[in-house]
Protein backbone atom coordinates (compact mmCIF):
# COMPACT_ATOMS: atom_id res chain seq x y z
CA UNK A 1 0.00 0.00 0.00
CA UNK A 2 2.80 2.44 0.93
CA UNK A 3 4.74 2.29 -2.29
CA UNK A 4 1.35 2.36 -4.17
CA UNK A 5 1.04 6.27 -2.82
CA UNK A 6 4.34 7.44 -5.06
CA UNK A 7 1.79 6.97 -8.21
CA UNK A 8 0.40 9.80 -8.92
CA UNK A 9 -2.61 7.82 -10.51
CA UNK A 10 -2.95 5.83 -7.27
CA UNK A 11 -3.09 9.17 -5.55
CA UNK A 12 -5.88 10.36 -7.89
CA UNK A 13 -7.72 6.92 -7.63
CA UNK A 14 -7.72 7.48 -3.79
CA UNK A 15 -8.98 10.81 -3.92
CA UNK A 16 -11.65 9.85 -6.19
CA UNK A 17 -12.51 7.01 -4.18
CA UNK A 18 -13.22 9.42 -1.35
CA UNK A 19 -14.94 11.59 -3.14
CA UNK A 20 -16.99 8.74 -4.78
CA UNK A 21 -18.17 7.56 -1.41
CA UNK A 22 -19.30 11.33 -0.56
CA UNK A 23 -21.03 12.35 -3.32
CA UNK A 24 -22.79 8.36 -3.50
CA UNK A 25 -23.23 8.01 -0.15
CA UNK A 26 -25.81 10.99 0.19
CA UNK A 27 -27.36 10.57 -3.31
CA UNK A 28 -27.79 7.20 -2.64
CA UNK A 29 -29.23 7.09 0.71
CA UNK A 30 -31.70 9.73 -0.95
CA UNK A 31 -32.33 7.11 -4.13
CA UNK A 32 -32.65 3.91 -1.61
CA UNK A 33 -35.53 6.00 0.86
CA UNK A 34 -37.33 7.49 -1.96
CA UNK A 35 -37.85 4.27 -3.88
CA UNK A 36 -36.76 5.36 -6.80
CA UNK A 37 -33.12 2.87 -7.54
CA UNK A 38 -35.30 2.16 -11.14
CA UNK A 39 -35.50 5.96 -12.02
CA UNK A 40 -31.44 6.26 -11.49
CA UNK A 41 -31.00 2.88 -13.44
CA UNK A 42 -32.80 4.26 -16.35
CA UNK A 43 -31.02 7.71 -16.09
CA UNK A 44 -27.47 5.84 -15.83
CA UNK A 45 -28.79 3.84 -18.80
CA UNK A 46 -30.19 6.67 -20.87
CA UNK A 47 -26.79 8.62 -20.50
CA UNK A 48 -25.28 6.34 -22.84
CA UNK A 49 -26.86 8.47 -25.49
CA UNK A 50 -24.72 11.63 -25.12
CA UNK A 51 -21.94 9.53 -25.11
CA UNK A 52 -22.26 8.03 -28.35
CA UNK A 53 -23.09 11.69 -29.35
CA UNK A 54 -19.86 12.94 -27.91
CA UNK A 55 -17.97 10.09 -29.42
CA UNK A 56 -19.48 11.03 -33.36
CA UNK A 57 -19.01 14.91 -32.84
CA UNK A 58 -15.69 15.01 -31.08
CA UNK A 59 -16.71 16.74 -27.55
CA UNK A 60 -16.21 15.61 -24.14
CA UNK A 61 -18.42 12.14 -23.68
CA UNK A 62 -19.22 13.42 -20.08
CA UNK A 63 -20.88 16.47 -21.09
CA UNK A 64 -23.08 14.80 -23.90
CA UNK A 65 -23.98 11.81 -20.82
CA UNK A 66 -24.35 14.85 -18.61
CA UNK A 67 -27.07 16.59 -20.88
CA UNK A 68 -28.63 13.34 -21.72
CA UNK A 69 -28.51 12.19 -18.13
CA UNK A 70 -30.05 15.64 -16.72
CA UNK A 71 -33.04 15.77 -19.58
CA UNK A 72 -33.58 11.96 -19.10
CA UNK A 73 -34.15 12.69 -15.19
CA UNK A 74 -36.24 15.72 -15.70
CA UNK A 75 -38.57 13.96 -18.56
CA UNK A 76 -39.08 10.57 -16.28
CA UNK A 77 -40.20 13.37 -13.12
CA UNK A 78 -42.31 15.45 -15.62
CA UNK A 79 -43.44 12.96 -17.28
CA UNK A 80 -44.63 10.12 -14.58
CA UNK A 81 -46.45 13.20 -12.65
CA UNK A 82 -47.86 15.68 -15.18
CA UNK A 83 -49.40 13.12 -17.82
CA UNK A 84 -50.59 9.39 -17.33
CA UNK A 85 -47.69 7.73 -18.35
CA UNK A 86 -46.97 5.40 -16.43
CA UNK A 87 -43.73 5.92 -14.28
CA UNK A 88 -41.45 2.29 -15.21
CA UNK A 89 -42.90 3.08 -18.83
CA UNK A 90 -41.20 6.65 -19.46
CA UNK A 91 -38.60 5.22 -17.85
CA UNK A 92 -37.80 2.17 -19.88
CA UNK A 93 -38.89 4.32 -23.17
CA UNK A 94 -35.75 6.50 -22.33
CA UNK A 95 -33.66 3.92 -21.10
CA UNK A 96 -33.52 1.60 -24.27
CA UNK A 97 -34.27 5.67 -26.35
CA UNK A 98 -30.04 6.51 -24.80
CA UNK A 99 -29.28 3.03 -25.17
CA UNK A 100 -30.32 2.97 -28.65
CA UNK A 101 -28.81 6.49 -29.74
CA UNK A 102 -25.44 5.50 -28.18
CA UNK A 103 -25.29 2.31 -29.91
CA UNK A 104 -25.83 4.09 -33.10
CA UNK A 105 -23.71 6.74 -32.88
CA UNK A 106 -20.93 4.69 -31.25
CA UNK A 107 -21.52 2.60 -34.56
CA UNK A 108 -21.42 5.29 -37.19
CA UNK A 109 -18.12 6.89 -35.66
CA UNK A 110 -14.96 5.65 -37.48
CA UNK A 111 -12.22 4.18 -36.00
CA UNK A 112 -12.10 2.16 -32.98
CA UNK A 113 -13.32 3.52 -29.96
CA UNK A 114 -10.96 2.72 -27.45
CA UNK A 115 -12.34 4.10 -24.30
CA UNK A 116 -15.73 3.11 -24.86
CA UNK A 117 -14.83 -0.13 -22.11
CA UNK A 118 -14.12 2.63 -19.91
CA UNK A 119 -17.14 4.21 -19.64
CA UNK A 120 -19.22 1.11 -19.66
CA UNK A 121 -17.22 -0.75 -16.85
CA UNK A 122 -15.37 2.45 -15.30
CA UNK A 123 -11.63 1.96 -14.23
CA UNK A 124 -10.66 4.53 -10.90
CA UNK A 125 -7.27 4.15 -12.04
CA UNK A 126 -7.52 6.48 -15.00
CA UNK A 127 -9.01 9.14 -13.04
CA UNK A 128 -7.72 12.62 -13.85
CA UNK A 129 -7.30 16.03 -12.04
CA UNK A 130 -9.93 17.24 -13.97
CA UNK A 131 -12.33 14.33 -13.08
CA UNK A 132 -11.31 15.03 -9.44
CA UNK A 133 -12.64 18.95 -9.83
CA UNK A 134 -15.92 17.60 -11.06
CA UNK A 135 -16.65 15.30 -8.53
CA UNK A 136 -15.46 18.16 -5.51
CA UNK A 137 -17.36 20.52 -7.14
CA UNK A 138 -20.68 17.30 -7.12
CA UNK A 139 -19.47 16.42 -3.25
CA UNK A 140 -19.94 20.29 -2.24
CA UNK A 141 -22.83 21.05 -3.92
CA UNK A 142 -24.31 17.96 -2.68
CA UNK A 143 -23.38 18.92 0.65
CA UNK A 144 -24.69 22.62 0.57
CA UNK A 145 -28.09 21.32 -0.52
CA UNK A 146 -28.15 18.71 1.88
CA UNK A 147 -27.17 20.82 4.74
CA UNK A 148 -29.69 23.93 4.14
CA UNK A 149 -32.83 21.57 2.89
CA UNK A 150 -32.34 18.47 5.05
CA UNK A 151 -35.72 18.32 6.58
CA UNK A 152 -37.73 19.23 3.53
CA UNK A 153 -36.10 16.58 2.06
CA UNK A 154 -36.54 13.99 4.64
CA UNK A 155 -40.01 15.26 4.31
CA UNK A 156 -39.94 14.62 0.44
CA UNK A 157 -38.22 11.20 0.64
CA UNK A 158 -40.56 9.33 3.07
CA UNK A 159 -43.96 11.29 3.10
CA UNK A 160 -44.38 13.25 -0.40
CA UNK A 161 -48.42 13.76 0.35
CA UNK A 162 -47.25 14.94 3.96
CA UNK A 163 -44.45 17.73 2.38
CA UNK A 164 -47.56 18.63 0.43
CA UNK A 165 -49.65 19.28 2.87
CA UNK A 166 -46.94 21.29 4.92
CA UNK A 167 -47.01 23.16 1.31
CA UNK A 168 -43.37 22.29 1.07
CA UNK A 169 -41.88 22.93 -2.41
CA UNK A 170 -42.40 19.49 -3.62
CA UNK A 171 -42.00 19.78 -7.35
CA UNK A 172 -39.46 21.90 -6.98
CA UNK A 173 -37.13 19.38 -4.60
CA UNK A 174 -38.10 16.51 -6.75
CA UNK A 175 -36.74 18.45 -9.76
CA UNK A 176 -33.68 19.63 -8.42
CA UNK A 177 -32.53 16.13 -6.88
CA UNK A 178 -33.31 13.80 -9.83
CA UNK A 179 -30.39 16.82 -11.74
CA UNK A 180 -28.26 15.82 -9.02
CA UNK A 181 -29.06 12.77 -9.43
CA UNK A 182 -28.03 12.16 -12.79
CA UNK A 183 -24.76 14.71 -11.99
CA UNK A 184 -23.37 11.93 -9.48
CA UNK A 185 -23.86 9.14 -12.04
CA UNK A 186 -22.41 10.81 -14.92
CA UNK A 187 -19.49 12.31 -12.53
CA UNK A 188 -19.12 8.81 -11.55
CA UNK A 189 -19.12 6.82 -14.50
CA UNK A 190 -15.03 6.93 -14.97
CA UNK A 191 -15.37 4.65 -11.41
CA UNK A 192 -17.73 2.31 -12.21
CA UNK A 193 -18.76 2.83 -15.75
CA UNK A 194 -22.45 3.06 -16.59
CA UNK A 195 -23.18 -1.01 -16.00
CA UNK A 196 -22.00 -0.77 -12.95
CA UNK A 197 -22.43 2.90 -11.23
CA UNK A 198 -25.64 2.04 -10.19
CA UNK A 199 -24.48 -0.06 -7.63
CA UNK A 200 -22.89 2.43 -5.61
CA UNK A 201 -25.93 4.46 -5.20
CA UNK A 202 -27.51 1.12 -3.62
CA UNK A 203 -25.43 -1.01 -1.95
CA UNK A 204 -23.79 0.84 0.56
CA UNK A 205 -27.40 2.98 1.20
CA UNK A 206 -28.90 -1.18 1.37
CA UNK A 207 -26.02 -2.59 3.86
CA UNK A 208 -26.02 0.66 5.82
CA UNK A 209 -30.20 0.20 6.18
CA UNK A 210 -30.08 -3.37 7.67
CA UNK A 211 -28.64 -1.44 10.64
CA UNK A 212 -30.21 1.80 11.03
CA UNK A 213 -33.33 3.61 9.70
CA UNK A 214 -32.34 7.23 10.29
CA UNK A 215 -31.72 8.71 7.10
CA UNK A 216 -28.82 10.81 8.71
CA UNK A 217 -27.30 7.78 10.06
CA UNK A 218 -27.73 6.00 6.70
CA UNK A 219 -25.75 8.99 4.73
CA UNK A 220 -22.70 8.66 7.47
CA UNK A 221 -22.90 4.39 7.09
CA UNK A 222 -22.96 4.77 3.17
CA UNK A 223 -20.45 6.66 3.23
CA UNK A 224 -18.33 4.66 5.26
CA UNK A 225 -18.84 1.65 3.90
CA UNK A 226 -18.23 3.31 0.47
CA UNK A 227 -14.68 4.08 1.40
CA UNK A 228 -13.82 0.98 2.44
CA UNK A 229 -15.41 -0.53 -0.87
CA UNK A 230 -13.59 1.77 -2.88
CA UNK A 231 -10.14 0.95 -0.69
CA UNK A 232 -10.75 -2.46 -0.87
CA UNK A 233 -11.60 -2.36 -4.46
CA UNK A 234 -8.35 -0.73 -5.32
CA UNK A 235 -6.28 -3.06 -3.81
CA UNK A 236 -7.92 -6.08 -4.95
CA UNK A 237 -7.33 -5.02 -8.40
CA UNK A 238 -3.84 -3.87 -7.92
CA UNK A 239 -3.07 -7.28 -6.44
CA UNK A 240 -5.24 -9.79 -8.91
CA UNK A 241 -4.83 -7.15 -12.18
CA UNK A 242 -8.39 -6.87 -12.77
CA UNK A 243 -10.69 -4.15 -13.43
CA UNK A 244 -11.38 -1.78 -10.49
CA UNK A 245 -14.82 -1.03 -10.96
CA UNK A 246 -15.52 -4.70 -10.97
CA UNK A 247 -13.67 -5.45 -7.90
CA UNK A 248 -15.15 -2.23 -6.22
CA UNK A 249 -18.77 -3.40 -6.27
CA UNK A 250 -17.08 -7.49 -5.70
CA UNK A 251 -16.36 -5.56 -1.94
CA UNK A 252 -19.56 -4.18 -1.67
CA UNK A 253 -21.64 -7.40 -2.60
CA UNK A 254 -18.93 -8.85 -0.41
CA UNK A 255 -20.23 -6.71 2.50
CA UNK A 256 -23.59 -6.98 1.68
CA UNK A 257 -23.70 -10.89 2.23
CA UNK A 258 -21.79 -9.86 5.24
CA UNK A 259 -24.15 -7.59 6.82
CA UNK A 260 -26.90 -9.84 6.20
CA UNK A 261 -25.18 -12.95 7.80
CA UNK A 262 -24.03 -11.17 11.01
CA UNK A 263 -27.05 -9.47 11.13
CA UNK A 264 -29.16 -12.52 10.87
CA UNK A 265 -26.92 -14.19 14.23
CA UNK A 266 -27.45 -10.86 16.12
CA UNK A 267 -31.50 -11.58 15.20
CA UNK A 268 -31.24 -15.13 16.29
CA UNK A 269 -29.01 -14.40 19.76
CA UNK A 270 -31.79 -11.84 20.57
CA UNK A 271 -34.38 -14.21 19.76
CA UNK A 272 -33.31 -16.89 22.05
CA UNK A 273 -32.15 -14.37 25.11
CA UNK A 274 -35.48 -13.13 25.29
CA UNK A 275 -37.08 -17.06 25.25
CA UNK A 276 -34.56 -17.76 27.91
CA UNK A 277 -35.76 -14.92 30.12
CA UNK A 278 -39.55 -16.39 29.42
Same mark, same amino acid.
Given at each position: ????????????????? =???????? +?????????????????????????????????????????????????????????????????????????????? +???????????????????????????????????????????????????????????????????????????????????????????????????????????? =????????????????????????????????????? +??????????????????????????????
Amino acid at each position: MIELLQYRFFLNALLAG =VLTAISCG +IMGSYIVSKRIVFISGGITHASFGGIGLGYFFGFNPLLGAMVFSILSGLGIEFMSKKTDVREDSVIAILWSFGMAVGV +IFVFLTPGYSANLMSYLFGNILTVSSLNLYFLLFLCVLIIVVFASMFKTILFVSFDEQFARALRLPVDTVNYLLIAIVALTIVFNIRIAGIILVISLLTIPQTIANIF =VKDLKQMIYYSILIGLLGNILGLLLSYQFNIPSGASI +IFCLVLFFLLAKVFRGIQTAFRIRTQLSKK
